[in-house]
């Protein structure tokens, strides 16, 4: 994990502005990490195009990562001060390893899939399954699982990271996976006939699946000029994004230099969520029913010892208080 750490780090996209930000008048330097998919980035390559990082001051370095857990880890370390995360990893932030900051959008990505012939859940009994451990593709296998009356234990669970998952399934080393969409787009071009198991919304009237903005925690209790100017940007390139779904494809594929049908595909699997949406799911307490109910989830997954109040790991009051 280290050494992956080291890698992304390595691989990033800057995007400075000369804006007066600080408090001193000088500018806000940002560490950002993302997943280079539609969740991950989309509000990243708006921000770049349309000038919000210098317009609230912020000198924004980027940087990919493959999946949520390794960017709390940079967040822990100081090498990020924020980060995205999709719903598998929101343990990490409950476990008082980080804060989330914002909410992004309620994804319907996530799938078990198994190759051709595998019918069923119940079939996996016995099967090589892959999964990315603590990440969304992690929890709905565990959830397709319990609902069948099973656990991880009944099959033999191969841990591995996104890039190796996708070969493994195509070149058929291991029987199924708890796995997302874009990447299983690229499976199924070399398996054409893969057969989807199980996927978010089979578990939505209980589970949800939202994905967010994190920010270390010493951030959060050191530098709130810092946190209120980032909060600014998500916040408009939200209402971007709300407003120009196309052009949002678009300069999405073009920040992660990828095909945009393939980020149409994703985005099809997103349901994007307002900032008026988010403010309101915050005040009315929505946000903290989803955040417990996936707190019982990581309970009883083994993740998280127990369930605390959520106020102790999503800030939504500064998300609000940053749009007035």
Same mark, same amino acid.
């Given at each position: 994990?280290?050494?992956?750490?080291?890698?992304?780090?390595?691989?990033?996209?800057?995007? %400075?502005?000369?804006?007066?930000?600080?408090?001193?008048?000088?500018?806000?330097?940002?560490?950002?990490?993302?997943?280079?998919?539609?969740?991950?980035?989309?509000?990243?390559?708006?921000?770049?195009?349309?000038?919000?990082?210098?317009k609230?001051?912020?000198?924004?370095? $980027?940087?990919? &990562?493959?999946?949520?857990?390794?960017?709390?880890?940079? @967040? !822990?370390?100081?090498?990020?001060? &924020?980060?995205?995360? !999709?719903?598998?990893?929101?343990?990490?932030?409950?476990?008082?390893?980080?804060?989330?900051?914002?909410?992004?959008?309620? #994804?319907?990505?996530?799938?078990?899939?198994?190759?051709p !012939?595998?019918? %069923?859940?119940?079939?996996?009994?016995?099967?090589?399954?892959?999964?990315?451990?603590?990440?969304?593709?992690?929890?709905?296998?565990?959830?397709?699982?319990?609902?069948? #009356?099973?656990?991880?234990?009944?099959?033999?669970?191969?841990?591995?990271?996104?890039?190796?998952i996708?070969a493994?399934?195509?070149? /058929?080393?291991?029987d199924?996976?708890?796995?997302?969409?874009?990447?299983?787009?690229?499976?199924?071009?070399?398996?054409?006939? @893969?057969?989807?198991?199980?996927?978010?919304?089979?578990?939505?009237? $209980?589970?949800?699946?939202?994905?967010?903005?994190?920010?270390?925690?010493?951030?959060v209790?050191?530098?709130?000029?810092?946190?209120?100017?980032?909060?600014?940007?998500?916040?408009?390139?939200?209402?971007?994004r709300?407003?120009?779904?196309?052009e $949002?494809?678009?300069?999405?594929?073009?920040?992660?230099?990828? *095909?945009?049908?393939?980020?149409e595909? *994703?985005?099809?699997?997103?349901?994007?969520?307002?900032?008026?949406?988010?403010?309101?799911?915050?005040?009315?307490?929505?946000?903290?029913?989803?955040? $417990?109910?996936?707190?019982?989830?990581?309970? /009883?997954?083994?993740?998280?010892?127990?369930?605390?109040?959520?106020?102790e790991?999503?800030? #939504?009051?500064? &998300?609000?208080?940053? /749009?007035?």
């Amino acid at each position: 994990m280290l050494a992956g750490l080291a890698l992304v780090l390595s691989v990033g996209a800057c995007s %400075s502005g000369d804006a007066a930000g600080g408090s001193d008048g000088g500018t806000i330097e940002v560490n950002f990490g993302y997943i280079p998919d539609f969740n991950g980035t989309s509000l990243l390559a708006i921000a770049e195009d349309q000038g919000l990082w210098e317009k609230h001051g912020i000198d924004a370095m $980027t940087s990919s &990562f493959t999946n949520g857990p390794l960017q709390i880890q940079a @967040l !822990g370390t100081g090498d990020l001060d &924020f980060g995205y995360i !999709g719903p598998g990893a929101f343990w990490l932030p409950a476990s008082g390893q980080a804060k989330i900051v914002a909410l992004n959008t309620l #994804g319907r990505a996530d799938r078990v899939v198994a190759q051709p !012939g595998i019918e %069923s859940v119940e079939d996996l009994e016995g099967k090589t399954v892959a999964v990315p451990e603590g990440t969304s593709g992690d929890m709905i296998l565990t959830l397709a699982l319990e609902e069948v #009356g099973m656990t991880k234990d009944d099959v033999e669970l191969v841990p591995m990271e996104p890039p190796a998952i996708v070969a493994a399934l195509s070149s /058929g080393q291991v029987d199924a996976a708890g796995f997302w969409y874009p990447s299983l787009a690229t499976v199924k071009e070399q398996v054409p006939d @893969l057969v989807e198991l199980a996927d978010n919304t089979d578990f939505e009237e $209980t589970v949800a699946f939202p994905t967010a903005f994190v920010a270390g925690n010493d951030v959060v209790a050191e530098d709130p000029e810092k946190v209120d100017a980032v909060l600014k940007v998500l916040r408009e390139a939200m209402t971007y994004r709300s407003e120009h779904m196309d052009e $949002t494809i678009q300069l999405t594929a073009d920040f992660n230099k990828l *095909d945009v049908a393939d980020v149409e595909a *994703d985005a099809a699997n997103v349901q994007v969520l307002t900032v008026e949406e988010i403010d309101e799911l915050t005040q009315d307490g929505t946000v903290d029913t989803w955040l $417990t109910g996936m707190q019982d989830y990581f309970v /009883g997954a083994g993740q998280l010892e127990e369930p605390v109040e959520p106020s102790e790991f999503y800030t #939504g009051d500064q &998300f609000v208080k940053a /749009g007035e």
